[in-house]
């Protein structure tokens, strides 16, 4: 039974910074890509941030040089830095795992909404992030 659990949301005023963390349980790949989507109101849900075991990482440009994500593969926790935070980062932030990672075509697409997201291996529930 594969359990993904997210913590670290919260709210925060603009310019802030948060950090999220998610822990994959009873996942049985030792090689596999970890990431983070968020999902606003009326949205559909996006990628923020992939990483895999092998330490390459993937951001949407919405976020790029302001978040940063990380990996404890002995843990399978990935973390999610978040500086300089806007409003328009107000969302629920979930946490993925997937044994391949997403296709070619979202990861130098720069993760936007797609068919692919749905397609991932496993989900949490979800931490709501607020930025006013």
């Known amino acids: 039974h594969v359990q993904l659990v997210e913590s670290g949301g919260g709210s925060v005023q603009a310019g802030g910074s948060l950090t999220l963390s998610c822990v994959a349980s009873?996942?049985?790949?030792?090689?596999?890509?970890m990431g983070w989507f968020r999902q606003a109101p009326g949205k559909e849900r996006e990628g923020v941030a992939i990483?895999?075991?092998?330490?390459?990482?993937y951001y949407s440009d919405s976020v790029k040089g302001r978040f940063a994500i990380s990996l404890d593969n002995a843990k399978k926790t990935v973390t999610l830095q978040m500086h300089s935070l806007k409003p328009e980062d107000t969302a629920m932030y979930y946490c993925?795992?997937?044994?391949?990672?997403?296709?070619?075509?979202?990861?130098?697409?720069?993760?936007?909404?797609?068919?692919?997201?749905?397609?991932?291996?496993?989900w949490g529930q979800g931490t709501q992030v607020t930025v006013s």
């Open positions: 993925a795992v997937d044994h391949e990672g997403p296709p070619i075509a979202a990861l130098i697409g720069g993760l936007g909404p797609g068919p692919w997201i749905s397609h991932l291996d496993y």
């Open positions: 009873g996942f049985a790949y030792d090689s596999y890509a």
């Open positions: 990483i895999y075991t092998s330490g390459s990482t």
